[in-house]
């Protein structure tokens, strides 16, 4: 590939899923105007609440964190052509088996080794999940995109089994949740802000993931599968282990987002867990067009959607569930979106003509001279 047409790809990669995004802004404002909101006072309060101060963007950072985990539980399968949606399910098993970990490791052990414990048991738990999924996908011919679907409908009823029954705590009555994790256990904040440290364990694992599947063997055999798995296994690759390898590590991802979700915010498992991170991480992954880098700015975009949910509410009188709408609309154009890559001539390289070579005379035949 010459670097022109590198280039022509790059600003394809980032024109269309930023034009996406801008359509999906106006089609929300076609929504509010239709509603009887001004859509540009809108506009205002999601900038206000997510990007307009220190203290907004801090809880914008928080909300990215979860979701840049969550992005990569459908980002890493894609490179092998499969399409993964149970980031909720992993993310919710995480989760629970975090906590689990928390309260049996107690005050008996360091809080360093604690949270590293809970952070392995979320990360197996949500990798055992989703490498499942491409178990069956590989094997038993199972849709991936189906039975990753199902699965989190069964992590969440498992979820409320659990803290509503063998693991619930007395004392949460209106709410049912586990035993709270000691304090001394919890994830703290980054100093001098509210910010707690999954940000970073985020945006680590976005960056390992990028050099994983662009600068590695590893990456460059499961591009190969995905590209076209019948030339895969000819050239001796082993397709079902790579399958249900970057399952399983596109799993642990969501379940180590599950581990920060208890460990830094809500203290214990309980419905909270299932708050949406999952299904925004799949906003997010195909908005960054599967890419780990890109999946952090579209992480902080969605994030900053969804910490102006309250606003919304107080000031201009939405339901507070008024930017699912807005996330389902960039979605839904999003999508779309996909439909038009190499359609548009700019983002095309111009064939170079070449002129054939004239053909020699013919044997006795003398070259005309003009002139």
Not at 19 to 43: D, E, H, M, Q, R
Not at 91 to 114: C, D, R
Not at 196 to 212: D, E, K, N, Q, S
Not at 222 to 249: E, M, Q, S, Y
Request: charged residues 10%; hydrophobic residues 50%.
């Amino acid at each position: 590939m010459s670097r022109s047409q590198a280039w022509r790809r790059s600003l394809e990669s980032f024109v269309l899923p930023f034009g996406a995004i801008l359509a999906g802004l106006v089609l929300f404002g076609v929504f509010c105007a239709l509603v009887g909101t001004n859509p540009f006072g809108v506009y205002a309060s999601i900038w206000k609440s997510a990007f307009g101060s220190t203290s907004t963007f801090q809880n914008t950072l928080i909300r990215a964190a979860p979701l840049m985990l969550s992005a990569l539980c459908t980002a890493l399968p894609a490179r092998l052509g499969l399409v993964i949606i149970g980031n909720e399910g992993a993310l919710v098993v995480g989760g629970v088996a975090a906590v689990s970990v928390g309260l049996a490791m107690g005050m008996a052990f360091p809080p360093f080794l604690v949270q590293v414990g809970m952070a392995i048991a979320g990360m197996v738990a949500g990798g055992i999940w989703i490498g499942a999924a491409g178990w069956l996908r590989h094997y038993r011919a199972v849709n991936e995109t189906i039975s990753s679907l199902l699965l989190n409908y069964v992590a969440i009823a498992l979820l409320n089994h659990l803290v509503g029954g063998p693991m619930r705590d007395p004392s949460s009555l209106n709410k049912p949740s586990t035993y709270p994790l000691s304090e001394i256990n919890m994830l703290t904040s980054i100093p001098g802000t509210r910010v707690h440290w999954g940000l970073v364990y985020g945006l680590i694992a976005c960056i390992i993931a990028y050099f994983l599947m662009q600068r590695t063997t590893f990456g460059f055999a499961a591009r190969t599968a995905g590209g076209n798995i019948r030339a895969a296994k000819i050239a001796g690759l082993p397709v079902g282990k790579l399958t249900v390898a970057i399952c399983f590590l596109a799993g642990s991802c969501a379940g180590l987002a599950g581990m920060v979700e208890v460990a830094a915010v809500q203290g214990a498992a309980n419905e909270s867990l299932n708050v949406g991170y999952g299904y925004g991480g799949i906003l997010v992954a195909f908005a960054a067009r599967h890419n780990p880098l890109a999946a952090i700015f579209m992480s902080l975009l969605v994030g900053g959607i969804l910490a102006s949910g309250g606003i919304l509410q107080r000031a201009h009188g939405l339901p507070d569930s008024t930017v699912l709408i807005f996330q389902g609309l960039v979605f839904l154009v999003v999508l779309f979106s996909d439909s038009l890559y190499g359609r548009f001539d700019f983002f095309k390289e111009k064939p170079v003509v070449v002129q054939p070579p004239s053909p020699p005379p013919s044997p006795g035949q003398e070259p005309v001279v003009l002139g």
